[in-house]
């Protein structure tokens, strides 16, 4: 039976010994060992009843195992929902009761805390830890190294994305089989990638960029991967001569730049270097050319749409762009209140269409009609112009959207759990320019009559409620926000005053 997602990514690997995985420390995986385990990991997920069209939710570390778990949903049929390991308990309850996860699977450290959820939710609970330990791959252990994969179709979905909104409730984006394929065949071809390319991975596997473009990509060109747990710039400086492409976010190449170790020397069988999740600044750019020769390639995706947008390979890389649309991928800058499409170089919301394009939000039929034209065009909120041959720039975003080294942040689900802790009457949350992370959150309370607002208590409470890279890295306190006459806060008022929190 096809399973055009696992037969396309994993499928025709499964009696190929070329290498896949090198982890620092460890023997090199190959691909038919790292298919026999996800075949295994199939057949433990069937046994605890997992079926097809079933959301498994994971919450775990950076590993082998982990993408094996991945190539086993896909072959069960059932549809991979991937979550932030930074999450706390309140967050992960909401994704879990959300998307009605028939299984859990978590680090063996967080079992405990989350084994309450399960037992709530109706979920099965399983561990897996970052050295390949836990109760699944026990289950696994002595299972068949074959599995025969459900049919499936380029229509039927394949993984849960949650990404927040303005409102503060997550929205999970349902993306196909053939959304995730799509992008992996254009980028594969577009980056000129192949068997013969090592990627050096330090991208977390629960995101857009290093699961369904990283990991897809090398799958499919049939390349291996450097896999390390995270960012380490002495990990990245060890294992940069042994790859030919790199993946990053700009925090990635702004840290590596300020290590004197990375020259030109060391990236001399480099051949790509690619950047997303977040604007890279224009110095970057030159200052990255002028140490290394190479040209960073920036592009631009979404959690909704995978990957958007292209510099070229060969061809003009400018600073300060995202590049051309995709082959297939149609784009167009609208008005954001007639919906109008405006011409080359005027300011506006960027539309796109499709075969990259999710299929909606799980529950949520009328988000989903609000964002997705029937016309097939994906409004992204986003704010850019295109030049008059095609190149996007991205000029801000008409949502209130913080990106913090490479992750989404979403004030409105910050503005809530500040304004419940002690004496705070209301609270402001924007993002300010930050030197490492692009963006860093700033916050600013407002007291409750009468009331002086303990910071103390106030970054306690954060600290339980929110994961890391959402938590402020500035809080102030202030009388009164600043609004206009309809009572709105004037975030670009507060945008304007705290510039220069982090640079200046």
Not at 26 to 35: G, S
Not at 204 to 215: E, Q
Request: with cysteine; hydrophobic share 40%; proline share 6%.
């Amino acid at each position: 039976m096809p399973n055009l997602l696992y037969d396309t990514l994993f499928g025709r690997h499964t009696n190929s010994d070329a290498p896949f995985l090198f982890r620092p420390g460890t023997q090199e995986l190959t691909y038919r060992r790292f298919l026999a385990q996800s075949a295994q990991f199939a057949h433990a997920l069937e046994e605890v009843g997992v079926q097809k069209g079933d959301r498994v939710a994971v919450q775990i570390p950076k590993s082998a195992e982990a993408l094996a778990l991945y190539a086993a949903c896909a072959a069960k049929g059932a549809i991979f929902l991937p979550l932030n390991t930074a999450y706390t308990t309140s967050e992960v309850t909401y994704f879990v009761e959300d998307s009605g996860a028939t299984l859990l699977v978590v680090d063996p450290e967080r079992a405990e805390a989350l084994q309450p959820l399960a037992r709530s939710s109706g979920a099965q609970l399983l561990t897996l830890g970052a050295s390949g330990e836990g109760s699944l791959p026990a289950r696994a252990a002595d299972k068949p190294e074959q599995y025969q994969p459900v049919d499936r179709s380029a229509d039927d979905l394949a993984a849960f994305l949650y990404t927040s909104g303005t409102t503060g409730r997550s929205k999970g984006a349902m993306l196909t089989q053939g959304n995730l394929l799509s992008n992996a065949q254009t980028l594969v071809d577009l980056w000129r990638f192949s068997r013969d390319d090592v990627l050096l991975h330090a991208l977390p596997i629960f995101h857009t960029h290093g699961l369904f473009v990283a990991t897809n990509v090398m799958l499919l060109a049939g390349g291996a991967m450097i896999l390390l747990p995270g960012f380490d710039s002495d990990a990245m400086i060890r294992n940069l001569p042994n790859a030919t492409a790199m993946m990053g976010v700009p925090t990635f190449y702004t840290r590596l730049l300020d290590d004197p170790r990375f020259d030109r020397d060391l990236v001399a069988g480099m051949r790509l270097f690619v950047s997303g999740s977040a604007p890279l600044l224009s110095a970057t750019h030159e200052t990255f050319e002028a140490r290394t020769g190479h040209r960073i390639l920036e592009r631009y995706g979404m959690t909704e749409t995978n990957m958007n947008t292209s510099n070229p390979y060969d061809g003009d890389r400018r600073a300060g762009t995202v590049g051309l649309p995709l082959p297939e991928v149609e784009l167009q800058i609208c008005d954001p209140d007639t919906g109008a499409v405006l011409p080359s170089g005027a300011v506006g919301v960027i539309e796109v269409r499709g075969p990259n394009v999710f299929k909606g939000y799980w529950n949520m039929p009328e988000k989903t009609a609000e964002e997705l034209r029937d016309t097939g065009f994906f409004i992204t909120g986003d704010l850019g112009q295109l030049s008059d041959d095609g190149y996007l720039t991205i000029v801000g975003r008409s949502k209130d959207l913080i990106i913090s080294g490479g992750y989404n942040i979403y004030p409105k689900e910050v503005e809530q759990v500040l304004d419940r802790l002690p004496g705070v009457l209301e609270s402001a949350v924007i993002g300010a320019p930050h030197p490492d992370f692009g963006e860093g959150v700033v916050a600013v309370l407002v007291p409750k009559p009468g009331v002086e607002i303990d910071l103390d208590a106030i970054w306690a409470g954060l600290r339980d409620a929110l994961a890391k890279y959402k938590q402020p890295k500035v809080i102030e306190v202030t009388s009164a926000l600043p609004r206009n006459t309809m009572g709105k806060v004037q975030k670009n008022l507060l945008r304007a005053r705290f510039d220069g929190a982090f640079t200046g």
